[in-house]
């Protein structure tokens, strides 16, 4: 991927720069400048984590860098214990606590967790001064000596380059781990969580994951920043050294490689150079704050990247922009390569089974039963406010239903979350799709792939989505970024998503709500290709017209509850769903 | 450290306290579903203007609040007009989405530095000490109860019972309840949602102001404070559940109680992490407040 | 004598999706005019452009030929047309009187808005007598007489409603078109919106059928029946 080389020689070049900075100034003031420097740039970089990966608003992370300085120190000058071991003791302690919050944060939204954790920075530093017996309270805590290595003796020099390389290592993970699984999960929840959990993501776990983590990595900082200046105290680990992060990594680029190092080497640079007094750096911070997520909404970063795509164009060495038309379907003998498709569950059958189902007073539902086949498309269709979304809601796991059951073969599926469901092999489209619109259409499709256990490796993934993109005409647009195309090709951007983990059952809601006319054959030639491939398909839609032509079978919903159900041109006859529709003919009175 | 009575009497005027800014949190949240970051600053920064005017410049305390309250309500006009409308949701959207959700908080935040950053830039000497306007006592069974503490108490009721009559009685205020109930339904009738909003916004920048100016003698017209004052009104806000004013009195009461009881009987120097505490808990567990069974907000 | 509206070459989008395609249609004054369709067909679409809830892409609204196309919401109520919307929207916890207050913000006490009050209760007389109570408190029926009365409240020339009837029992449904009947009789031009045709259609002075972002028939009730075009919209037969 040609971003992610970017990344590799761009850390290449800050490597040797962090690298030799030493050697080219040599004064061990501005060595130890160098080294508080490294350790809030790997602060930013555990906060990225949470807040530019995974979109956790943390206004607390300097609770997990003071956890590190504290318990690093404490464990260090008051218990004597090795250094190396007191931070890893630190680390873990600070891990068990970004856990602990983490699971709290999961109940709690945007705001709410903004002040969650606000709570949580305030009641550590408080913490501090109250331990006073431990923490040496307002005193502060001296003595914290250096982290050995085994062939060079303790210093300022030496400090250096541990932290160095310790930010180097933390900077790698990062790239490395946009090209993991779990990297790719997490640029997924960041920006559309409905998706990624269509695609099979736990997200709850993730998000976990990644607070710990990140808690982990501060703390590591926070030890590194209490051996670089031997001594700290409470005050340094206030709300404002959390926003200092917090601004680095919007200044830089949330979620970007190299934009919270950028943002503090930046803001870090700034302080030292031009605040002279103390309001005039927390002037500079809230005004970045304003100013930056309305100007700049990817930071730093951001204009860098499209900077160099304006040179890249300018100077030519771009590909024309691909028109946004699909390409023509494949025909079944044009293939280059026969891709084995194996469709997850053999046979098994897709049931709901008396579904029932109540919002509050409201009866959304009642005792509807729908039962498809591998190979079939069934459609459900009915006036206004009948059920069909709830009941395809019902079907994806978004609900859980009041009463009735979910069956795949003979596995019960009413209880599992929608995206263990997703794993299983039910995988759900949404009306208004749920794309990542920052991303191209290779990437979004992608992501689909993350819901078959058994699409580990790339190589298979990508013959696979090569193979779906064919048939559905998306070749040509793969290039592209999502949020440019017209609306139609993104309902099929969607269905492409859907079909590239092999589902067993897929579910479209109102797929051809929104689109022009004249797009109606692209979504309807979609589903042709999922049922040639022995997907059972469930859909949605108002226009009657569109279900009666691909469906084979059709259920109508009228309040709740089942009218009719059978053959496309047996029910559109029927006199009585004719009736739910148009209403009772009129006694003649008309004006 | 004074006996229980005096404690009693702390935790009715500082909850009253903590209860004005609940409201001016409870109407911007009720009007746009955000949640104002910059708001305990509103109230510091009026307390401040106010300070430097009557101390610094001579000018009569009821002026000096006057143009406090005015400025303040200009900054809050000019943060959301500038800053907050543009992110929130049209008419016909559901809800904001996550980015422009982080927009706000973000933007509110840097509005509560900046403030404190100015604040901070205009008293380099420190903190401007304010005298009270009112000074002298009663005894109320056997307790010294300070006039000036009565009559915040006073201003606070009348500040929220004041503020119920508007809501319930004038057409302003209707148009406020019919916004924070139903979005959708305001527009379509035509009632003015964006200019809604923004109304509420002064009028909390206002009220916030109002609240600062008369709580400056323990203040000490400094800007630091504001944003554990806002953290504390905040908490208060979520208690008596977040847009729904009729619990803010009993928001207040109960963080105030819990700073001070926790400062009185389990450590002193952990007075400000109490009420975290307690706004951590009804988060987590129990956001819609403590008064509230659904998760409706009314105003 | 100019229509009461006149919509051309009218586009709205949400976003990227398409809504509404190359609308045209024209209401002429003291007429009740249906425009049916099923859902997905724009006919919300089309009441949100003519209202200013939502910007057009493309194409102009004329409210008795003056141009009002984006103008905001409030402008459209001071200018004479109300819009009782889908789902009603009544505000529950508000009273009756307060909700009918709401509808025309302006002066909600001077002496012309007690005479539309009077006009509201004499269209709906269970509204006078739950004046007091929560609109929360009233039933289906009576809360969608209530957004009416709210939209009345505002004085306005030109009615729109969004699926009146939705959720009604039949009976109750037929009283809401027969009041809506005799709006008309006093001059004020209604446009209803309704997803089930055929009890518009019986009540209604011309109607347009909507079908994915366009019109897909337009005329008289007997002819629309007579020729199919509703079968066909909504049918697909």
Redesign the interface.
Known sequence: MNGSRAAWWGLAVIGVAVLLSPLVFPNPYQIRLGSLLLAYALLAVALDLVVGRT?Q?S?GHAAFFAIGAYGEGMLQAEYHVAPWAALALAVVMSAVCGVVVAG?AQ??R???L???T???G??VQ??I??AQPFTQGAMGLAGIGGLPLPFAAPGPVTTYYVGAVALLLALAGGIALSSTRIGTAMAVLRQR?TLARAAGIDVRRVKIAAFTASAALAAAAGAFYGTTLGFISPESFS?KLS?FA?VSC?LGGLGTPFGPLLGTALLYGFQQIAAR????D??M???????V??LL?RGLAGVFVSLSARIVAALGLQAPRAQATLAAAARPGDKATAVLWLPRRDGERFHLREISHAFGALRALSGVSLEVAPGEVVGIVGPNGAGKTTLLNIASGYYRPSSGMVLLGVTDLTRVPMHERARMGVVPTFQHPQLMDASTVLANVEAGLLADPRAASAKVGRLRLDDVAADLGLTPLLGMLAGDLPYGPRKIVEVARALVSEPAVLLLDEPTSGIAPADVEMVANAIRIARERGVAVVLADHRVEFVTQVCDRVVVLVGGAQLAAGRPAEVTANPAVVEAYLGRPSQGNYA | MGTLGDLIVQVVVIGCVYAMIAVAFDLVFASSR??N?AQGDFVAGAGLIAAILAVTHGVPFGIAALAAGVLIALVGMVTVSA?IL?VLPG??QRSVS??N???W???T??????????G??LTPQGAIGVKPLINGGVNVAGIHVPLYDIAIVVVAVAMIAGLHMLLRHT?VG??L??VA??R?????????VRRVIVATFVGAAALSALAGVLIVPFTQGSASGG?ALG?AG?AAATVGGLGDMRGALAGGMVVAAAELMGARFV?S??E??FP??V??LI??FR?QGIFQSGAVE?V | MPDALEVRGLDVH?GKATALQSVALRVEEGTLVAVVGNNGAGKTSLL?AV?G??HPSAGTVRLFDRDVTGL???R???LGA????EG???????TVL?NL???W?RR?NGAAFEERLATVFDLFPALREHAARAAGMLSGGQQQMLAIG??LA?APRLLLLDEPSLGLAPLVAESVFSALRSLVERGITVVVAEASPRRALAFCDRAYVFGLGVVRAEGSPKDLEAGGALHSAYLGT
């Open positions: 979109g608003i206004l709290l109940r709690v945007g705001p709410y903004a002040m969650l606000i709570g949580v305030i009641a408080n913490a001064y109250v969580e709300m926003i917090l919007v007094t103390a309001q005039g927390v002037l911070f809230g005004v970045l704050l304003i100013v997520p309305l909404s | 955000v949640v970051f800053l543009p008419i016909t996550d980015l959700e982080m927009r908080v973000l933007t935040i840097g509005v509560s530095v900046t403030l404190e950053a100015i901070g830039m057409i209707q148009m309840r019919a109930a139903d959708y339904g305001s527009a379509a009738v035509g009632i003015p944003f953290l905040f450590n120097q952990m400000s992490v975290l505490l706004m951590m988060l987590v956001p009314r | 949400y949100h209202m809830l939502v905001p919401t409030d459209l109520v001071s109300a819009l009782v919307p009603r929207h009544v505000f529950a916890d508000q307060e207050r709401l509808g913000a909600p709210r939209a505002a």
